[in-house]
């Protein structure tokens, strides 16, 4: 199993930068996907799910509105459209996937990760 992201950096506040996460190992159409971060000293949150069964999308109330995400079975990826940044964005952000095929919005129900990629919102 392997999941890989890419398109993280450094970008100013109000700018926009898009996340990618490319995965193979395990049958992604049926997986509940999501995006979370992790910010220096504190814990890893959840920015939005998809289940891919149910074609359902979750986001955290932080997020609604400014993020976007969307899931290409097809490509066995998924992607984070993050418009309107703000300082308190800054962290590292990971993609994962659940067995669980309903939409879970809490790390523990994850048991695939990726390593992770920097998003840095200057002000």
């Known amino acids: 199993v392997q999941l890989v992201e890419s398109g993280g950096g450094l970008v100013q506040a109000g700018g926009s930068l898009r996340l990618s996460c490319t995965t193979s190992?395990?049958?992604?159409?049926?997986?509940?996907v999501g995006w979370f971060r992790q910010a220096p000293g504190k814990e890893r949150e959840e920015v939005l799910c998809?289940?891919?069964?149910?074609?359902?999308?979750y986001y955290a109330d932080s997020v609604r509105g400014r993020f976007t995400g969307s899931s290409d079975i097809a490509k066995k990826s998924l992607y984070l459209q993050m418009n309107d940044l703000k300082p308190e964005d800054t962290a590292v952000y990971y993609c994962?996937?659940?067995?669980?095929?309903?939409?879970?919005?809490?790390?523990?129900?994850?048991?695939?990760w990726g390593r992770g990629t920097q998003v840095t919102v200057s002000s």
């Open positions: 994962a996937a659940s067995t669980m095929a309903i939409l879970v919005a809490t790390p523990e129900w994850y048991e695939h």
């Open positions: 190992g395990f049958p992604f159409e049926h997986y509940t």
């Open positions: 998809i289940s891919n069964s149910e074609g359902t999308t």
